[in-house]
């Protein structure tokens, strides 16, 4: 963002200094302006033309923005201050023992001189976006998305398969197999791997052996997360299918023959009207098949509620 310095931008920095005795009172005042003014958090605010547009139009940024502006506004008010950038935040890996920071979590914040304190930390990014200051940036977006403080294209299943844990330990396998990896072989001259692997019965066998080993083993497990996956929905895909073509066999047996190019709302009304009594169940058992059948999650209990409705379907009508 181009920091050049406009008259408004000079005057709401002096603005701090007149109203205040102290610099503790100047960096209050500044922190205040970003806290009320309807500055807000964002990843893709775009570019600035200048320093103007971001404080006095469009206010929306993310922590390179705040720490930019902030230690601009405090020079101009007359205390020392810089941009600090370094990292905030990290995901702890149980399995292998480690923190994980990655790029995303970089972040700026800036320092101010305070006469009795010296070099101090201020974040203005904390007083538009608090939970920032609190998380790494993953688990940030996700409290904001949960709160629907910022929109996705993520499915809801998609986002629910992310944080189960069969998908986080898969994960944290991944990350402590390539931990160790560069740690305990790349990382290490020849006689400390020669200790490992002899430590791990396989020295012998050499270092291509460990990593077709390690290589299959995490394919290994992807794969049967996967199928576990597939077969979850699969099963559950195949017995709504099972359980419907059960109703049309019921159906025909009572007159009404389903046409294979038919769909199910075509087919409930015309057995609806030729089975008058059973109309409302018809019309509920189509309605609960096309939601199993085509909803990205249906509500918990419903396929045992749908076998409940075909199974009883037509029990008026047996002789």
């Not at 920071?101 to 700026?108: E, I, L, S």
């Not at 304190?117 to 998305?145: K, M, Q």
């Not at 030729?274 to 085509?294: C, G, K």
Request: proline residues 4%; glycine residues 6%.
């Amino acid at each position: 963002m181009p920091a050049s310095i406009t008259p408004a931008v000079r005057d709401l920095a002096h603005s701090w200094t007149v109203q205040n005795r102290d610099s503790r009172g100047v960096v209050s005042s500044a922190l205040q302006f970003f806290r009320t003014q309807g500055f807000s958090y964002s990843l893709t605010p775009g570019e600035y033309a200048d320093l103007d547009e971001f404080l006095f139009r469009r206010r929306v940024g993310f922590c390179e923005h705040y720490a930019t502006s902030f230690a601009t506004l405090m020079r101009l008010a007359g205390i020392p201050a810089r941009v600090v950038v370094g990292y905030l935040g990290g995901e702890y890996n149980d399995l292998g023992h480690f923190v994980l920071v990655r790029q995303a979590d970089a972040h700026a914040w800036c320092e101010v001189w305070l006469p009795e304190n010296g070099w101090t930390r201020v974040d203005p990014t904390s007083v538009v976006a608090p939970g920032r200051s609190s998380y790494d940036l993953t688990s940030f977006l996700e409290t904001r998305i949960a709160s629907d403080q910022i929109r996705t294209n993520r499915s809801a299943l998609l986002a629910k398969l992310l944080r189960s844990g069969v998908f986080t330990n898969v994960r944290f396998l991944w990350q402590t197999l390539s931990y160790e990896w560069d740690t305990r072989l790349l990382a290490f001259d020849a006689d400390v791997q020669e200790v490992l692997l002899t430590s791990l019965g396989i020295a012998s066998r050499g270092i291509t052996f460990l990593v077709v080993e390690i290589l299959l083993v995490a394919l290994a497990l992807l794969a049967i997360y996967f199928a576990l996956m597939q077969m979850r929905i699969r099963s559950r895909a195949d017995r709504v299918k099972v359980l419907y073509e059960h109703f049309c066999r019921k159906t025909a047996r009572l007159g009404v023959r389903r046409d294979p190019s038919e769909g199910p709302l075509d087919f409930a009304r015309r057995a609806a009207q030729f089975l008058p009594n059973e109309s409302n169940r018809i019309r509920q058992i189509a309605d609960t098949y096309i939601l199993l059948r085509y909803a990205q999650q249906p509500p918990p209990g419903m396929l045992d509620r749908f076998a409940k409705e075909v199974n009883s379907f037509g029990a008026r009508n047996r002789h």
